[in-house]
């Protein structure tokens, strides 16, 4: 029987037997309002009409109007005549009143008609008892006609519960087990369903859908591992190192290139994690390092490896291979590959470039310090006076040799960056020489705006590890900007506190301030903040922390757009055992 038949049914039959059980309670309910509006209407009405009858009979002696009374209760009977015999005890009652009207103290009459009234309230009594047998019969009839009706629902109701579901859920939960064996290329998966219906050609269609799938595996198998050659092929003839993962680390292929460069075998990697190798390989722990971060925390900085008899550069690129899988809503990691791209002549011609800007700016010290003296001699009023426009042309000179003289400054210490032979010569350094020197060479500058330095060090700060010649640069840097940046008539604060095991100096001016999105951006080389009118070169915050960070330390800027900024960096503390 197919699924649609069984449902039609079953929920048929229930809701016709649910229908017959409440046209079975509507018809009892209504028979049994007949018989009781049958007591109350016939029976009832006539034991009232005999009441008021008796008591107009009590009060015919003293009363005029009872005579009245007891006729208009009469007139009411002889319209209620509904028992057997109650006619006759009717006419009777008429009869015997007829006479009580010629003879109002006939004591006889009297007691006649009240002998006939008591007989038409037995009649009624009886009736109304008889009829009360009737209506509890009837009421035991509809309770043992409508429970047999209920149990039938309820059996129907039952069957359909335990059978239907399983009926209809078990075959879906099969079919649904055999579609993730498919769904995981078991295409040798089949189902029987001998229940009959929908469900015997749904499984039919699946078998035969299953068997189709597998013969299209077997036929594309060749193809498949075709193309996989291709693929290795591919990647061994990649001139840059190519190392492949799976979503376990585990390697799952390499090309020569990697080969080469790492000087391992293929038996040391395939297979093996990324954490098994890099605890045997130095170089191996240093290129799978960021296999286990995430993206953005990834870092970008080149790896040194001696190959080709020289030491090269490469730039690692770890790339995660996410795939969304048919069916699914969210992507997959199925694994990672890392790519080294040489950058060795880039380097080679980057170190060039450094070099020269090295030679260049050393070579322009000397032209500018002679172009410096000359102005110093000019400004002597001993060799002859200048007019007016001779002293702003002068000016003009002096101020843009300075500042070629700070730029060519700037470019040396880059190169000594860029080159890495920037030498840090770390020591106990006592705090309060480097802040006085910072201060002495920014205080020209900062009086000619009228700006005043306060100075807060905390009292147990006393001595740092540090190279005071580059700490110094550093903080000079700081109050140069925080001078150039502050408003006339502003304080600069300079504080200087422990912070756990480093110290830390702080530099806030009352400036502008940054914005928000350019401060990550501020320490970056040649950035300067778009819309500045000041001058500058956009090197010296660079520097600042190539300085800070070679001593171990760190550097930070902190700003409130519209209220300045805060510039910090720490260093290590002394130590008590180290004074």
Known sequence: MKIKTKLTFGVGSLFLMIFLLAALSGWYVNRLKKDTANILTANYNTLLYAKNMLLALEEIPVEKTAFTSFEVNLDKQRKNVTEVGEQQTTNAIAKHFLQLKDKPLDVTVVSSIRKDIALLMEQNMTAISRKSILADNTAEHAI?????????????????????????????????????????????????????????????????????????????????????????????????????????????????????????????????????????????????????????????????????????????????????????????????????????????????????????????????????????????????????????????????????????????NMTQVESGSIQINLHATEIQPIIEYAVMANQFAANQKNIHFAIEIAPTVKSIIADNEKTAWVLTNFLSNAVRYSYEDSVIHIAVENIGLKTRFTVKDNGQGIEAKYLEKIFARYFRVPGSKKGGTGLGLSISKEFIEAQGGEIGVESDYGAGSSFYFSLRSVAPNEK
């Open 144 to 412: 043992l006609v409508i429970s047999f009706a209920g149990a039938l629902c309820f059996i129907i109701a039952f069957i359909l519960l335990v059978n239907l579901p399983s009926n209809i859920a078990d075959p879906i939960a099969r079919l649904t087990d055999s579609i993730r064996q498919i769904a995981g290329q078991n295409y040798k998966e089949r189902i029987d369903l001998q229940s009959g219906g929908e469900f015997t050609e749904l499984a039919a269609s699946f078998n035969s859908m299953a068997e189709k799938l597998e013969e299209y595996a077997e036929s594309k198998l060749e193809k498949i591992l075709k193309e996989k050659k291709r693929i290795e092929s591919l990647v061994d003839n990649m001139r840059d190192p190519v190392i492949g993962f799976d979503e376990d680390r585990r390697v799952i292929f390499v090309n020569e290139e990697a080969l080469r460069i790492t000087n391992l075998h293929k038996d040391q990697l395939l297979g093996r994690s990324a954490l098994a190798v890099s605890e045997e390989n130095d170089l191996a722990r240093d290129i799978f390092k960021d296999l286990f971060l995430p993206a953005v925390n990834r870092e970008k900085n080149a790896i040194k490896i001696y190959a080709d008899d020289r030491e090269s550069y490469f730039e690692k690129d770890v790339i995660d291979i996410n795939v969304l899988q048919t069916g699914e809503l969210e992507p997959k990691l199925i694994g990672q590959v890392v790519i080294l791209k040489n950058i060795t002549p880039f380097k080679e011609l980057d170190l060039a470039k450094t070099n020269f800007i090295g030679t260049v700016s050393h070579e322009f010290k000397t032209p500018i310090a002679a172009i410096q003296m000359g102005v110093q001699l000019l400004e002597n009023e001993q060799i002859g006076p200048l007019n007016t426009e001779q002293l702003t042309l002068l000016n003009g000179i002096k101020d843009d040799s300075s500042r070629l003289l700070q730029i060519t400054g700037e470019l040396l």
